[in-house]
Each structure stands twice: as structure tokens, then as C-alpha cells.
Nanobody, 124 residues
């Protein structure tokens, strides 16, 4: 079982920054574990934003490359998403996600088994 708890969302002006955090708690022993961030804009389907694969490789959606940075504190088991130069198009509910038994997945191929409850990011 894996538990994911996001925090750090809020309201920010265009051009501003926010940092999201996700506390990762798991009671499974699989060493093959990938984590990532997804988002759901208003009225649209959920989409991948960024991920870290089982080997530490990072990938990003084209729309956030160069503006967002995903990182992970393996000691504290916290996943981060630093978001800079935010625009109105970045508005949405952001979800932390985890996939067990993965390999060199990218954000495009990640197929999460677990999801956090989501945190709202509003750029206005």
C-alpha cells in the first residue's frame, strides 16, 4: 500500500512561482518505484506533468519543460515540484502519483497505481 499527501497549492499571479510537496508513505518492499505529478485543468482531462523513474531519470511534459523542476528527497520520502514562470494555462488540480514495478518510464508512459487527493493551483 502507498499513501500520497500533497501540499503547497494556492493562488499565484502570472509569472510567479509555487512549490508543491508530496509526502510518500509506503509499506511495500518493491524497489521498482516511480513517482510523478499530474494535473487536471478545468474542464479538461488529467495530463502528465513530470516524473522520476526507478533509476532517477526525470522527464517533463513539453508544456512545462524549462519552467518546472521535479525532485525527490529520498531520506524524507518527499517528492517536490518547483513551478516557475506560471501562466494561467497552468491552473488546475495537481496530483502526486506512484507506480509500482516500473522501470525507465517517462511521464508519457507512466501508469500510476496510487494517487494523492490533489491540491489546487490557481494562476490569476
Amino acid at each position: 500500500h502507498v499513501q500520497l499527501v500533497e501540499s503547497g497549492g494556492g493562488l499565484v499571479q502570472p509569472g510567479g512561482s509555487l512549490k508543491l510537496s508530496c509526502a510518500v508513505r509506503r509499506d511495500i518492499t518493491s524497489r521498482r518505484f516511480c513517482t510523478g505529478w499530474f494535473r487536471q485543468p478545468p474542464g479538461k482531462q488529467r495530463e502528465g506533468v513530470a516524473s522520476i523513474d526507478n533509476f532517477g531519470g526525470k522527464s517533463y511534459a513539453d508544456s512545462v519543460t524549462g519552467r518546472f523542476t521535479i525532485s525527490k528527497d529520498n531520506t524524507a520520502n518527499i517528492l517536490y515540484l518547483q513551478m516557475n514562470r506560471l501562466s494561467v494555462a497552468d491552473t488546475g488540480i495537481y496530483y502526486c502519483a506512484a507506480e509500482v514495478g516500473c522501470g525507465r518510464d517517462t511521464i508519457a508512459t507512466m501508469d500510476p497505481d496510487y494517487w494523492g487527493q490533489g491540491t489546487q493551483v490557481t494562476v490569476s
